[in-house]
């Protein structure tokens, strides 16, 4: 398996992890914020799901064609951005504009691994004689 899989992967788990440890103190308290929820929701949804299915998704989808990964680098920095976005959106979802940026920035890392694996699934062309 990859670095690049082994990364999101691992990441992956951590989030899932924490968003247990949260999800534990949310059924302890009568109430909760807000913020504790949309922080255990995006460390399941972000976190947990989506860095698990980018890790299989980088293993697995290029193997289909039995080509390799399209970009690698692009795949590298899409690990990077996609836990920023993650990270803040959790840590700074009070702070609007900054949110917005995080939501961007975890968009991005959304559209480089679409681009990614579209490009790796791609056929090859068959050879004319």
Known sequence: MSPLSKNFLRASLVYFFIAAILGTVMI???S??????FSH?????????????????YHILPRFTGRPLAYPK????QFYLANIGLVGLV??????????????????AIGFFVVNIWVSTIPPKPETE
Do not use: D
């Open 91 to 108: 840590c700074f979802r009070p702070l609007h504009p900054l949110v917005e940026i995080f939501a961007g920035i975890e968009v991005i």
């Open 74 to 77: 692009i795949g590298t920095l």
């Open 28 to 30: 302890s308290m009568k």
């Open 32 to 37: 909760y914020p807000a913020q504790l929820l």
């Open 41 to 57: 929701v995006h460390l399941n949804l972000l976190g947990w799901m989506s860095m698990m299915i980018f890790g299989v998704g």
